[in-house]
């Protein structure tokens, strides 16, 4: 006998925690996770994150960042800390935006709402036109 | 016998605010707010980030914070809100009054700790009423 799943109950948002210190990469990933159903909280460096994990009333599922971030902590010191903290959190480290549109896409295929399908290389392409745009505007 | 037609019903565009703010969490609470109203949200952590977001996509509100730690500051925002993107409304949401000569630049003014519903109703007001209500005249 097949047995469905339950569909009575609402699925909860799940949110996810993005860091990267680059506002045009981090911008369209978390738009992207957006159209994808969670909820995002954006931190520009390892400090901005360190507050939003420090207060306990806002729930985090996963923490997406970025490796390469000036400041006291690096994406690997800031994982660790993490973990001290809230044991047991979900911590995707990405090196480029290439591997952050990646996780993305991998959270969109795994998360709650399902608005999108997989297509990591959408957002790809989106940072690109933005990182060139911002080439071009510094050359001229 | 008088038909009428029913307007398509085309959902209406979201305004695109972008919000420059150094606290993170002051920012969390905005967008929460901003976001469950119906608008499409920025985050820009400082005036620097700000000018790429504007460089990069048409946004029609800019709220910003006064003092922030970065190169540019909120008023360097508000300069280039000015100077490059005449039809955005400029809002101003910080602890202190920004300096007589610039003042000015804003469209309007909330003092922290301001409730983000009354910037959210500011904006449902400024851009859901006359179609010139857009630019401040103020460039």
Redesign the interface.
């Known amino acids: 006998m097949n047995s469905l799943p339950d569909t009575s109950k609402p699925a909860r948002v799940e949110t996810v925690l993005v860091l990267d210190d680059d506002?045009?990469v981090r911008?369209p990933i978390?738009q992207y996770l957006?159209d994808c159903g969670y909820r995002v909280?954006?931190?520009?460096?390892a400090d901005?994150g360190a507050?939003?994990l420090q207060?306990p009333d806002?729930h985090i599922d996963v923490v997406l960042s970025d490796i390469d971030m000036p400041g006291k902590m690096n994406g690997f010191g800031f994982a660790q800390w993490a973990r001290i903290v809230r044991p047991g959190l979900d911590i995707v480290l990405a090196g480029t935006p290439e591997r952050a549109a990646h996780a993305a896409g991998d959270l969109c295929e795994q998360g709650p709402m399902l608005m999108k399908p997989y297509d990591h290389q959408i957002v790809l392409d989106h940072i690109k036109r933005?990182l060139a745009?911002?080439t071009r505007?510094a050359g001229s | 016998v008088i038909s009428v037609t029913p307007k398509a019903d085309v959902p209406p565009k979201p305004v695109r605010v972008l919000l420059a703010e150094d606290e993170?969490?002051a920012?969390?609470m905005v967008t929460d707010v901003l976001?469950g109203e119906g608008f499409q949200v920025?985050?820009?952590?400082?005036g620097q980030?700000g000018i790429?977001?504007l460089?990069?996509m048409p946004v029609d509100v800019v709220i910003t914070d006064l003092r922030m730690r970065s190169v540019a500051d909120g008023l360097e925002l508000a300069r280039y809100v000015r100077a490059h993107c005449p039809n955005v409304s400029l809002v101003l949401a910080a602890a202190h009054a920004p300096p007589i000569t610039e003042d000015l630049l804003f469209d309007a003014f909330f003092i922290k700790p301001y409730p983000p519903e009354d910037i959210a109703s500011w904006i449902r007001r400024r851009h859901t009423s006359t179609p010139d209500h857009a630019d401040s005249g103020l460039a």
């Open positions: 506002v045009l911008m978390c957006r909280l954006e931190a520009a460096n901005e507050i939003i207060k806002i933005l745009a911002r505007q | 993170v969490l920012r969390v976001r920025f985050e820009a952590s400082n980030e790429s977001i460089k990069a």
